[in-house]
């Protein structure tokens, strides 16, 4: 069954730092485009980062550049998305999924997804 897992968020304070990790179960994380997802209280899903597996390649909104950056361990077929400089803007539940192409239509259902509130 194929099966991605999110965890790693919490409550931390503006500025910090936060490390989610996506574990993918029932296929090989690297046979797939595997982007971030975040939903804020009242708004829409919006994608955040994306790393392609042909060449490694990640993209980035506007939004979150320079502050976060995603990662892939194929030993442990997980992806990270490493969160520094936290802004109450990020608070979110965040999803990870695969996707036909990063920018493309996610294939798949959507998983529980992990809470991250940034607040003093």
């Known amino acids: 069954q194929v099966q991605l897992v999110e965890s790693g968020g919490g409550l931390v304070q503006p500025g910090g730092s936060l490390r989610l990790s996506c574990a993918a179960s029932?296929?090989?994380?690297?046979?797939?485009?595997i982007a971030w997802f975040r939903q804020a209280p009242g708004k829409k899903r919006e994608g955040v980062s994306c790393?392609?597996?042909?060449?490694?390649?990640?993209l980035y909104e506007d939004f979150v550049k320079g502050r976060f950056t995603i990662s892939r361990d194929n030993a442990t077929n997980t992806v990270y998305l490493q969160m520094n400089g936290l802004d109450p803007e990020d608070t979110a539940v965040y999803y990870c999924?695969?996707?036909?192409?990063?920018?493309?239509?996610?294939?798949?259902?959507w998983g529980h997804g992990t809470q991250v509130t940034v607040s003093t």
């Open positions: 999924a695969t996707v036909s192409e990063c920018g493309g239509v996610v294939l798949g259902s």
């Open positions: 029932g296929f090989t994380a690297d046979d797939y485009d």
């Open positions: 790393i392609s597996t042909t060449d490694g390649d990640t």
